[in-house]
């Protein structure tokens, strides 16, 4: 009892103290002792986070087999071996689409954009973590098996002939190194001209395998050895076989803005000359052994001219390389916009089998042949 009559006496003395003190004296010890709270609290807080109490030690993934095998069979992979895997993957990437069409689509859009080669093989591992279990993965994984039992009944061949016939000739190998030393010119002139570079070397490649192939000996000397372009300076001009005439009538078309064939007026100046003797400036800009950028421009214009006439006559033929290219070939002259345009041009005899100059351009422009420095664009023509 005695010690509870101390303790009372000592509460009604402290608050008795307190009720003595300034207001001033309350609120600051008031804040003095809210402040060692939370100064312990956020002690006691650091202290906790310190210990580690916090933290998420995480584990091992359930499928870090799965993974570490991954890298495994990733390391095993070289060049001779990588084109066949990254088939299989596209095997995969089928029956992928039929399951989970948003992934497989993922896929086949981010492989324009990867610059690894074994990229689609990776993407598809990567995939196929997820259908191991499960009804769907069953269904799936049957559907791989077979579409490759189907791959296996039909084993790839060893021969290296390329299925177009005539890029098989000997020419071919030496014809690609020579157009990639035009490489800087030839993108110029399409960008002076509005037109796809491809499409310009299509026409180019036409030409060409012509020349070769109507004079064999003669051009053997110049293809073969030093690789560099053949340039015509007789009847027709350049690496493209410009004719005087043409080349005077695409001049006159990116003038006459009432011409069907008229460019607009961002183009009126590309051809402009510097001197008084325009057939003299013409043939010497053509048959420039050492800079073909004019045969270029010329063949750009052509192509960009002719277009716009079939689609002022209401026909679209900007998406059909072998036209484009067998109009090139023909002239002006056989320009005449129609709802059936025919593919052709002049014969082109190669290893006894006979194309035509239509054909073989429109062969090179879909082989995937130099694709890498003259790519098949979204448009193959600026818009007006």
Request: charged share 25%; hydrophobic share 40%; proline share 3%.
């Amino acid at each position: 009892m005695e010690a509870q009559k101390t303790d009372n006496q000592k509460k009604k003395s402290l608050l008795g103290a307190w009720k003595t003190l300034k207001l001033r004296s309350r609120i600051f010890q008031v804040f003095v002792h809210l402040f060692a709270l939370v100064g312990f609290a956020v002690l006691g807080a650091w202290a906790f986070y310190e210990m580690g109490f916090t933290k998420n030690r995480g584990g091992v993934d359930s499928n870090n087999r799965y993974l570490a095998d991954y890298k495994v069979q990733t390391a095993l992979l070289d060049s001779s071996k990588l084109f066949e895997d990254n088939m299989e993957s596209y095997l995969n990437l089928v029956a992928l689409s039929r399951f989970y069409p948003t992934n497989a689509h993922l896929i086949v859009d981010a492989e324009r954009y990867n610059e690894r080669p074994d990229g689609v093989h990776k993407m598809i591992y990567a995939a196929n973590m997820y259908l191991q279990e499960g009804d769907t993965a069953q269904q799936y994984q049957q559907m791989v098996r077979e579409l490759k039992s189907v791959l296996d009944k039909y084993p790839s061949k060893p021969s290296r002939d390329h299925l177009v016939p005539w890029m098989n000739e000997l020419a071919w190998p030496a014809l690609k190194e020579a157009i990639l030393k035009d490489k800087e010119v030839i993108v110029e002139a399409a960008r002076m001209t509005g037109v796809e570079p491809r499409l310009i070397v299509s026409c180019l490649v036409g030409e060409q395998i012509r020349l070769f192939n109507s004079k064999r000996e003669m051009y053997k000397q110049y293809l073969g050895p030093v690789k560099v372009l053949s340039v015509q300076s007789q009847f027709s001009f350049g690496v493209n076989g410009i004719k005087d005439f043409t080349a005077q009538q695409v001049e006159e078309n990116l003038k006459d803005t009432a011409s069907v064939f008229y460019m607009g007026k961002k183009y009126e100046h590309v051809l402009d000359f510097s001197t008084e003797d325009h057939t003299l400036e013409r043939a010497n800009r053509l048959t420039d052994y050492h800079n073909h950028l004019y045969s270029y421009i010329y063949t750009g214009c052509i192509l960009h001219q002719t277009m716009l006439q079939w689609k002022r006559a209401g026909y679209d033929i900007s998406n059909r390389p072998d036209i484009l290219c067998t109009l090139f070939n023909l002239g002006f002259a056989s320009s005449k916009p129609s709802d059936h345009p025919k593919c052709g041009g002049s014969h082109i005899t190669v290893n006894d089998k006979i194309y035509t100059f239509g054909v073989i351009a429109n062969d090179f422009y879909y082989s995937g042949e130099l694709a890498k420095d003259f790519p098949i664009q979204a448009k193959s023509f600026v818009d007006e």
